[in-house]
T-cell receptor, first 117, second 112 residues
Framework: GAGVSQTPSNKVTEKGKYVELRCDPI?????LYWYRQSLGQGPEFLIY????????DSGLPNDRFFAVRPEGSVSTLKIQRTERGDSAVYLC???????????????FGEGSRLTVL | GNSVTQMEGPVTLSEEAFLTINCTYT??????LFWYVQYPGEGLQLLLK?????DKGSNKGFEATYRKETTSFHLEKGSVQVSDSAVYFC???????????FGSGTQLTVLP
């Protein structure tokens, strides 16, 4: 079956522009996560959705970052007024709900590489 | 807060060599521990996990033992193959299992 799909795979934008990154999780996975990976670093947690609601958004760095999942499937990460420091690979992952007993078995997409010039 | 420290790379080995990638962690409570692997051009994949002290996770010839006394979860493989070339990430999850905290990754290259 299909894995987690992320689009675009690469996005180059200019400082100050608005960006949307899309994630299509594995069918049937109700939990969805966004992580950010800077060069040479491990992924850092941004936000977790359980169904349509953001159950934990404690990793979002500031109010320029926002994510939605209106129908409990596809999610969009939105970044306003992009800054050069936002350049990173944005990873999406999904899992069965809840992950109890299978803690951390997340299925990751290949990521969207964002470059802010 | 939680943190994971893993052996810096890159690591280059010859085929059939023994592999160890060190990982230590800091966490409150009793986290679950994981190794994820990222092959070239692919997304992160779970390699193995351990959910309590003294548990040993294993998969594809890789092993790691959850050592609470040394707060470690070192990854080992007795005989690496060229196909094991990838980036390896050690990670932990807190009690809610909603967040993974990752180490910075170790690039492994296995030469024929």
């Amino acid at each position: 079956g299909a894995g987690v799909s992320q689009t675009p795979s690469n996005k180059v934008t200019e400082k100050g522009k608005y960006v949307e990154l899309r994630c299509d999780p594995i069918s049937g996975h109700t939990a969805l996560y966004w992580y950010r990976q800077s060069l040479g670093q491990g992924p850092e947690f941004l936000i977790y959705f359980q169904g349509t609601g953001a159950a934990d958004d404690s990793g979002l760095p500031n109010d320029r970052f926002f994510a939605v999942r209106p129908e409990g499937s596809v999610s969009t990460l939105k970044i306003q007024r992009t800054e050069r420091g936002d350049s990173a690979v944005y990873l999406c992952a999904s899992s069965l709900n809840p992950p109890s007993g299978r803690a951390g078995e997340l299925f990751f997409g290949e990521g969207s590489r964002l470059t802010v010039l | 807060g939680n943190s994971v420290t893993q052996m810096e790379g890159p690591v280059t080995l010859s085929e059939e060599a023994f592999l160890t990638i060190n990982c230590t962690y800091t966490a409150t409570g009793y986290p679950s521990l994981f190794w994820y692997v990222q092959y070239p051009g692919e997304g992160l994949q779970l390699l193995l996990k351990a959910t309590k002290a003294d548990d040993k996770g294993s998969n594809k010839g890789f092993e790691a033992t959850y050592r609470k006394e040394t707060t470690s979860f070192h990854l080992e493989k007795g005989s690496v193959q060229v196909s094991d070339s990838a980036v390896y990430f050690c990670a932990l999850s807190d009690g809610s299992a909603r967040q993974l905290t990752f180490g910075s990754g170790t690039q492994l290259t296995v030469l024929p």
